[in-house]
């Protein structure tokens, strides 16, 4: 098995373990309890809860930093600007708002026992600072931040043609509702993790899952991937012609 085929393999996993699985399993976990009416209460009665969560949201963010650094030396083939800057924005701006969002999380448990355990004069001013760590503000920038890196990737599969063209194309014009998604949770127009917030994100989390898919079952072009190696490593032909034909002479 190649290198190009085994990086499809694991980045195929990636995507799976921690897009898929960890991210929607932490927003299973966190939905009902960050929509609670007293929600510092809820945390209080939900803390193992919350802190699986918390370590789902860090799983999803580190297995996801690590697909740009694999994807990196084959990407940088098409143009090593945008496959440096796909690192930037998801392996490193995104991978600090999942980290970000897993401490605040963390710390919203402590909240809560501080919350429940105060007196009544001061759990009264404890709420106003757990709305601060629910990291809803944290949350919409990595709704940006992600179908940015995103919006290179996909461009850059496209041009590539690594992968079938109907699948990058799809990510293109699924960034699209996702962004929408994005800035109207930020303006406060929706709430995160509503009905309207997971239909307007679901065409994107849908492709990603058919990715995953396609890399791990048939992996790269290899035509792609090869035929661009072949033209950087092998000798142009005006230089190897007139040696064979020297030695057809000798």
Not at 9 to 27: F, P
Not at 31 to 46: E, G, H, K, S, T
Not at 123 to 149: C, K, M, Q, W
Not at 196 to 218: C, H, M, S, T, Y
């Amino acid at each position: 098995m190649d290198s190009n085929r085994k990086t499809a393999i694991i980045v195929g996993a990636l995507y799976l373990v921690g897009g898929d699985v960890a991210g929607t399993l932490s927003g299973v976990l966190a939905a009902p309890i960050r929509n609670a009416q007293d929600y510092l209460l809820a945390v209080f009665a939900n803390q193992n809860q919350v802190i699986i969560a918390a370590l789902l949201v860090l799983i999803e963010g580190l297995t996801l930093a690590m697909v740009p650094v694999l994807m990196f030396p084959i990407l940088r083939r098409y143009s090593e600007p945008l496959a440096l800057g796909y690192v930037v924005f998801r392996g490193g701006l995104e991978t600090f708002t999942y980290i970000a969002t897993a401490i605040s999380w963390l710390l919203l448990v402590r909240l809560s026992q501080a919350y429940v355990q105060a007196g009544a004069f001061v759990a009264s001013s404890l709420p106003a600072l757990g709305s601060l760590l629910r990291a809803d503000e944290i949350i919409s920038v990595t709704s940006i931040v992600f179908p940015l890196g995103a919006l290179i990737f996909y461009y850059l599969l496209y041009q590539s043609r690594l992968i079938p063209r109907w699948i990058s194309g799809w990510g293109l014009i699924a960034i699209i509702p996702y962004l929408a998604a994005a800035l109207l949770t930020m303006f406060a127009l929706i709430s995160p993790f509503s009905t309207n917030d997971v239909v307007l994100r679901l065409p994107l989390a849908a492709q990603e899952i058919v990715l995953a898919a396609w890399l791990i079952i048939k992996g790269f072009k290899l035509s792609a991937t090869f035929s661009d190696k072949l033209r950087k490593d092998t000798p142009s032909e005006k230089y190897s012609l007139p040696r064979n034909m020297i030695m057809k002479h000798e």
